[in-house]
């Protein structure tokens, strides 16, 4: 992108988390999996995965009761803290995301990370990553500070709002279809990484794709950490 063309500095950077700052997609579906399957929904990883995508607990757990009938009232907290325990022992970061978080942060950027995880989940991944202390606890937002989930805009309007920043002044940084509809309904523009999802895809719902997160700096013209304005 040239000079010409680039775009004013964001007043906030708002993140997803699950394949944008943490690899720990499949990790989250092979439990998953494994829960569904004990109770006799017999499930993949990767099956988990095409049914789930993006999804926050609220919204899984009607698609799993027709199913496998009524679920224990405790049954998603303790899926999820038996996530977040697995979490903080192996999940690792997506490559480049915490050098670009980092680096949006030092050109004096405010950043939040959104996410639809339970907070349990959210600050086991950001703990893990390093990366809790830079965004703070205001600043981490699960499905369970807004009255609705992704798709909905609500939690990337309170990350803004953490950040004190107006949402069509922010940029989202999202890999899924959820996550992208999300940012666009809190009228963020959004960037899509590619991922789990096409370029394609994700251009069709009005992001702008980018295939590296090392180029991410050079997207909100900052220069990527090496010095370029990659696109």
Excluded: H
């Excluded at 959104?114 to 809790?132: D, F, I, P, Q």
Aim: contains cysteine; aromatic residues 4%; hydrophobic residues 45%.
């Amino acid at each position: 992108m040239s000079a010409s063309r680039r775009r004013p500095r964001p007043a906030a950077v708002l993140f997803d988390c699950d394949g944008v700052l943490a690899d720990s997609e499949g990790l989250v579906n092979r439990i998953v999996a494994e829960a569904l399957t004990a109770r006799g929904w017999r499930m993949t990883g990767e099956q988990a995965r095409e049914t789930f995508l993006g999804m926050a607990l609220p919204d899984m757990v009607p698609v799993i009761e027709a199913r496998t009938g009524p679920l224990p009232p405790r049954w998603g907290r303790e899926l999820s803290e038996r996530i977040a325990r697995a979490l903080r022992e192996e999940v690792e970061p997506i490559p480049g995301a915490a050098a670009a978080v980092r680096a949006v942060a030092a050109a004096g950027i405010p950043v939040a990370c959104a996410s639809n995880s339970a907070r349990l989940e959210l600050v086991a991944k950001l703990e893990r990553l390093g990366l809790a202390a830079l965004f703070g606890p205001r600043r981490m937002l699960s499905f369970e500070e807004v009255p609705r989930p992704k798709p909905a805009g609500d939690l990337y309007r309170a990350a803004a709002a953490a950040c004190g920043a107006d949402p069509a002044d922010c940029v989202v940084v999202e890999d899924s279809l959820l996550g992208v509809r999300a940012g666009l309904a809190a009228g963020c523009r959004v960037l899509g990484f590619v991922r789990e999802t096409e370029a394609a895809i994700l251009a069709g719902l009005g992001a702008e794709p980018f295939f590296a997160m090392e180029a991410l700096p050079g997207l909100l013209g900052l220069g990527s950490p090496e010095g370029r304005s990659d696109c």
